[in-house]
């Protein structure tokens, strides 16, 4: 069984080339895309086992999403599969100052979105050390948001790791409705994830990455909360609180970069050293500004050679 289960939606992203609007492309390219499985491949990737946990449809476009999972040596044998539903889609339009990216979805009546929890093997869920969520989830739908809630449940039964990004999204939901779905399932998890910016839409909590940790940490009381802004990383524990500054990137594409960051601290987390957490997180991160697509395509040894220092690519 892997270490670490996630649980949620992937999608097919299709992205213009830089330079080019949706409206004039002449061609797209694909990407699988999903908060979860990003952190499921990054885990995977530093040899961290990991299994993934969603449904899809049952036709080419969901063979294609779990076959580039599998590829990366995630376990997708939980998958569920569905005839009638459709794969999410989301369309990117990559900016160049000062013209914005554009981010297009086309999600609405997923297979996910249908999801129900009875159909989850849930043993698998008990047997994992840790399982990784996001508030993306909740928002898509009314079952899904039982699905996020029974699974939080069968981990603390089990005495299973709970990690959880916030992630908000407000094309999924408005703040108010995020805040209350999700303020009682964060009192229940070990690992809080969170940027400054979604703490302050949906709990008012402002300041500095360290100081909206702790207040995430009073409020909810996780083992850990950590907090991103910008690039300015904390993790607060009730001893201590950890702090790290990112690196200044040149990014072709930040997509994903948050999701990098958060299989990072898990992978440090599980080897029992937050400031390994941290650091792994916060080189993950930086990288992944430097591949197309969501996903972060570094190994171990990449990160370890950016961290002492070495050219990673040499």
């Not at 996780?222 to 040149?250: K, L, M, N, S």
Request: with cysteine; proline share 4%; net charge negative.
């Amino acid at each position: 069984m892997p270490d670490v289960v996630t649980i949620g939606e992937t999608m097919l992203r299709l992205s213009a080339p830089v330079g080019v609007t949706l409206e004039n492309a002449s061609h797209l390219a694909v990407h699988v895309a999903g908060a979860e499985s990003n952190v499921a491949v990054a885990l995977s990737r530093l040899k961290t086992s990991a299994g993934w946990i969603s449904r899809l449809t049952d036709n080419p476009l969901g063979w294609r999403i779990q076959s580039d999972i599998r590829a990366q040596g995630v376990d997708v044998s939980r998958v569920l599969w569905a005839r009638g539903d459709r794969v999410g889609t989301y369309f990117v339009e990559m900016g160049r100052p000062p013209r914005p990216a554009r981010v297009v979805y086309d999600r609405a009546g997923s297979a996910m979105a249908a999801i129900s929890g009875d159909e989850v093997d849930w043993a698998y869920v008990r047997e994992a050390k840790a399982i990784h969520l996001t508030g993306i989830t909740p928002g898509l739908s009314p079952s899904c948001r039982e699905l996020v809630a029974r699974a939080i449940s069968e981990a603390n039964a089990a005495k299973v790791i709970v990690s959880f990004d916030v992630n908000y999204r407000a094309r999924l939901w408005p703040p108010a409705e995020a805040a209350a779905t999700l303020t009682p399932l964060l009192s229940r998890v070990t690992i809080l994830v969170s940027t400054a910016s979604d703490a302050h839409q949906l709990f008012g909590i402002e300041g500095p990455a360290r100081l909206v940790a702790q207040s995430l940490r009073d409020r909810f009381h996780p083992d850990v909360a950590v907090v991103t802004e910008g690039v300015h990383f904390a993790a607060v524990t009730a001893q201590h609180t950890f702090e790290r500054d990112g690196y200044h990137v040149e990014s072709i594409d930040r997509i994903g970069a948050g999701d990098a960051f958060a299989a990072g601290f898990l992978h440090g987390y599980l080897a029992g050293r937050i400031e390994r957490g941290l650091d792994y997180g916060v080189v993950l991160a930086a990288l992944k500004h430097t591949y197309l697509g969501d996903t972060v395509w570094a190994s171990e040894e990449d990160v370890r050679n950016m961290l002492s220092g070495e050219d990673a690519w040499r």
